[in-house]
């Protein structure tokens, strides 16, 4: 569980400390208000992924429903975790 929290309170920090300097005056620079709402959208993205893993992770443990394997683009999936690592 602590994971979990951990997991998903990193994206919601993220985002909060975005939205605060946004609100603090980083709107009136159109490339700071633009690179910091691709970022919020990105960790969006994350916590809602997260979540619906949290979901299906939940149905598979009760029996609900089976895993379904498919490929996976791993250069796509390392490239953007290296993009949430590097905005950190």
Known sequence: MANV???LRTPLSLI?????????GALEDP???TRFLNTIK????RLTFLIDDLLQL???ESGRIQLRREPVDLR???????E????R
């Open 31 to 33: 490339v700071t208000a």
């Open 42 to 45: 990105r960790h969006t993205d």
């Open 58 to 60: 939940s149905q598979l």
């Open 16 to 24: 909060s400390g975005f939205v605060e300097t946004l609100l603090d």
């Open 5 to 7: 929290s951990h997991e």
């Open 84 to 87: 949430d690592f590097a905005a």
């Open 76 to 82: 796509d999936l390392a490239g953007k975790q290296c």
